[in-house]
T-cell receptor
Framework: DQQVKQNSPSLSVQEGRISILNCDYT??????FLWYKKYPAEGPTFLIS?????DKNEDGRFTVFLNKSAKHLSLHIVPSQPGDSAVYFC???????????FGKGTRLHILP | NAGVTQTPKFQVLKTGQSMTLQCAQD?????MYWYRQDPGMGLRLIYY???????DKGEVPNGYNVSRLNKREFSLRLESAAPSQTSVYFC?????????????FGPGTRLTVT
């Protein structure tokens, strides 16, 4: 049973436009959410995070929105750049046991 | 400051062989994790250690054992490798607790079991 879901396996966006990556979760015991970026043959790198007590966190071109009632979060990248082409993973931390669970990832292609 | 290091980078095993994947971090982090990544499956948590001396099962622990040797090192052992364990294995660390959940990942170990 997948607790963190990224339902879009891939997404293509024109350079300069906004990229929106979505993530849904089922467990209300998650208290912290993170986004990671992964290039081929490398380990994931941390991008941005948000606590469950907030609904928005912004860092430069990256903004994460959290809708607790819908158990949904999204990552906005604006403007999208060629170097943003990568796989993006959504992850969530369980409040009780410190586990961090990942979604399956969304491959983002930035088109020239 | 090397961050998280993993050895080996590549390994080929025959079914039934055993091996240990090594992981070390130099950031004085409390928590360490082992994940496996398979095509279309994302990153699945195998085992984690919230602090030195403690280990807990993740989503897919069967066929694996771990040791938190000290605060720096967290090893993953396959006692009797199976083809289903062919995967890319990532180690990660974080400050943990209420400090920070941001994880730092190693470069991965690509394991093939024939």
């Amino acid at each position: 049973d997948q607790q963190v879901k990224q339902n879009s396996p891939s997404l293509s966006v024109q350079e300069g436009r906004i990229s929106i990556l979505n993530c849904d979760y089922t467990n209300s015991m998650f208290d912290y959410f993170l986004w990671y970026k992964k290039y081929p043959a490398e380990g994931p790198t941390f991008l941005i995070s948000i606590s469950s007590i907030k609904d928005k966190n912004e860092d430069g071109r990256f903004t994460v929105f959290l809708n607790k009632s819908a158990k949904h979060l999204s990552l906005h990248i604006v403007p999208s750049q060629p170097g943003d082409s990568a796989v993006y993973f959504c992850a969530a931390r369980h409040i009780r046991d410190d586990k961090i669970i990942f979604g399956k990832g969304t491959r983002l292609h930035i088109l020239p | 400051n090397a961050g998280v290091t993993q050895t080996p980078k590549f390994q080929v095993l025959k079914t039934g062989q055993s091996m240990t994947l090594q992981c070390a971090q130099d950031m004085n982090h409390n928590s360490m994790y082992w994940y496996r990544q398979d095509p279309g499956m994302g990153l699945r948590l195998i085992y984690y250690s919230a602090s030195e001396g403690t280990t807990d099962k993740g989503e897919v622990p069967n066929g694996y054992n771990v040791s938190r040797l000290n605060k720096r090192e967290f090893s993953l052992r396959l006692e009797s490798a199976a083809p289903s364990q062919t995967s890319v294995y990532f180690c990660a660390s974080s400050e943990g607790g209420s400090l920070s959940y941001e994880q730092y990942f190693g470069p991965g170990t690509r394991l093939t079991v024939t």
